[in-house]
């Protein structure tokens, strides 16, 4: 039997109509929206297409989002400046930079300088040490994705045999703490893994978050697993993910397109930690 899709528009409705209800009591008690400053500097199609994709579906949503475009020569010391002015600036409840940057900005700096209570992606270090110390903070929405996709499936995650292919500061590592604070048994693996294929067919949750389009074979699966494509990357025009999908939805028993997956629910969550730090903000006066 193939795989049953995981689809992210369909993980996202629920998320999408709470917050929908919660943004019209808030406007029709104070007037206010939620104000989402998304920063991006050059042209990168990827992060562009993305960052557009945030425009539109938060403006569906009645948020205020003002995205400030960059060109690519944008000195460090300017990039610090408007963040600065964003961090002040009482309108803005979530301050999101998108990567990469070019070389010669450090992303730690930048991350650094958002205000931690801005940070609605969760990249700076207070908030990423929150999550480590398993205390309430803002995570990033990728990851925030995976786990609510998981849950869509309604299968226990505790005490399951679960793989994570990457462990990059943005996906990999944030995850793997989130996972096992749902009592997972965890492997992570990453490019120096010695037999990846061997350990992957063990899993019944098995994440790829790698950037390599259709590495995921079919013989890597479990038949039943649940299989969570993170990886986006562009073949002849197309987005793909990192899981050979047309093979491995015969094996799995939930599996997430690409596009289409990850990528919606994403946003969803990013706008969901903005609405909270909205929150925060009316809440304190
Ligand atoms: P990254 O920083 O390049 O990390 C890739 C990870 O994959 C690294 O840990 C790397 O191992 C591992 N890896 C690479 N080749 C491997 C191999 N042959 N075998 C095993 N592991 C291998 O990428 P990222 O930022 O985490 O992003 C990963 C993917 O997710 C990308 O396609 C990105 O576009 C996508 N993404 C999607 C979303 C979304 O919302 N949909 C958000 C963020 C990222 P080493 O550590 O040993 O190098």
Known sequence: MPAKLIKGDKVAAH???????ELKDIYEDTGLMPG????IVGEDPASLSYVTNIEKRSKQLGFDVVVHRLTVDVSEGDLLQLIDELNYNDDVHGI?????????INPHVVQETVDPEKDVDG????NMGKLFSDEKGYIPSTVHSVMQMIEFTRQPLY???AVLIGRSNIVGKPLSLLML??????????????DLPEICREADVLIAATGKPGFVKEDWVKPGAIVIDVGVSQVDGKLVGDVDFAAVKNTAGWISPVPGGVGPITITMLKWSTLEAFKKSIAAG
């Open 15 to 21: 998320l999408y109509e709470e917050m929908a209800a």
């Open 36 to 39: 989402l400053a998304v920063i």
């Open 96 to 104: 999101m930079v998108q990567l990469p940057l070019p070389e010669h």
């Open 123 to 126: 990249a700076h270090p207070i």
């Open 159 to 161: 005490g399951k045999k």
């Open 181 to 194: 604070r749902r009592n997972a048994s965890l492997t992570i693996c990453h490019s120096y893994t010695e």
